[in-house]
């Protein structure tokens, strides 16, 4: 992984603020329309905002911790929801659709396998992995595998000219993987992180907890080295993120981050990268109990609160339009000079000796 350049330079950024000061608007009216703007052109490198083309990977894999009976539904549903965004029936295509938004379906550790005529990326690095209240979720390799499978993905997105890619992911069984990392991470308790991911019972939601809880204490994580946390209680899907962020970041290509677990994939590349953390969008704030803290430990503001907990890309893909309306006022909206607008000066009436009347 080499390094990331830090987004932006002074020039570009005074360039952009410049003539968001200048469109016929109150400055600083549009708010965090703003500084979406300003963040998207310093990660592009430009001050010529466009989103010609918008991708959103959707990260399928399986969870050998499934098993202990974390979730609500079966492991069998991750193969199933896959075919389903194939057919382009589910929540993210919708959204998609809407959004101008290119899906694509990676298999990076389904327990099955796909006919090869699907339009699934094959980027399998296993049949899911392993129980990790038993022994460790991936190998090293596997680790390395599932991060280098993000980046090259990355890379040949930017290839082919793609502005901005979105970070979504469905998995079985992958919220309690989430959380496991999240509590090495943070330090906090499981019982303080962990959610009701499908929808579990109150019994299931404690059998959760403890199960992350005796999986650190079996395995011990250096919350330091990500690629440790990650080989002992993560998942394919959530490697592949942090590495998509990895090749995008290094590419100038902003990512918009989903919901909890694309966020503790996004965390786990910003603790091993920090300079990565300009180039992320954090889509929304999830439902899923942890996923504030994940949040708060990268300094994160969300740009939505919808109480989802789906998945999927769902949040991305809605940050995405949000990005894009942002660049097309930043573009198409006349400057006060342009439009012959008349701009004030002085928003303090007293510096001008104004009496605060109207005519």
């Known amino acids: 992984m080499r390094d990331i350049q830090p987004a932006g330079n002074s020039q570009l950024r ?6 968001l000061d200048h469109l016929t608007k109150p400055a600083g009216s549009l708010g965090r329309l703003e500084e979406l703007a300003l ?15 918008k991708a959103m990977f959707i990260f399928c894999a399986d969870h050998g911790v499934a098993a202990e009976g974390v979730s609500a539904y079966p492991s069998a549903v991750t193969a199933q ?45 296993g049949r899911g992995t392993q129980n990790f209240l038993k022994g ?50 943070s330090g906090r308790d499981a019982g303080q992180l962990t959610g009701r991911g499908t929808g579990i019972t109150d019994a299931q939601l404690a059998r959760k907890a403890e199960v992350v809880r005796q999986s650190l204490a079996l395995h011990r994580p250096d919350p330091g080295d990500p690629m440790q946390v990650l080989a002992a209680v993560g998942g394919f899907e959530i490697g592949a993120i942090a590495g998509l962020i990895f090749g995008a970041a290094a590419a100038k290509v902003p990512v918009a981050v989903d919901g909890f677990i694309a966020s503790v994939g996004a965390l786990a590349a910003c603790r091993r990268q920090p300079s990565v953390l300009p180039y992320l969008f954090f889509s929304h704030l999830s439902a899923e109990r942890g996923h504030a803290a994940a949040l708060e430990l990268m300094g994160a503001r969300p740009l939505l609160a919808l109480e989802l907990r789906l998945g999927e890309g769902t949040g991305a893909a ?8 942002a660049a097309r006022l930043f573009t198409e909206m006349a400057t006060f000079e342009s439009a012959g607008v008349s701009q004030q000066i002085r928003s303090d009436p007293a510096a001008s000796g104004a009496t605060g009347k109207t005519a």
């Open 318 to 325: 809605l940050a995405i339009s949000l990005i894009e309306s």
């Open 39 to 53: 963040q998207y052109g310093l990660a592009r490198g430009s001050a010529e905002l466009k989103l010609a083309r």
């Open 14 to 19: 005074l360039t952009i603020q410049r003539r």
């Open 81 to 125: 929801m896959a075919r389903n965004f194939v057919r382009g029936g589910a929540a993210i295509n919708v959204l998609c659709r809407q959004c101008g938004i290119d899906p694509r379906i990676v298999d990076v550790g389904v327990n099955t396998d796909f006919e090869p005529d699907l339009p699934i990326l094959a980027r399998k690095i």
């Open 136 to 185: 460790p979720a991936m190998s090293e390799a596997q680790a390395l595998a599932s991060v280098e499978a993000g980046i090259l993905l990355a890379r040949e997105a930017a290839g082919q000219g793609y502005d901005i890619l979105g970070a979504g992911e469905m998995g079985i069984g992958n919220t309690t993987a989430a959380t496991a990392m999240l509590a090495c991470f």
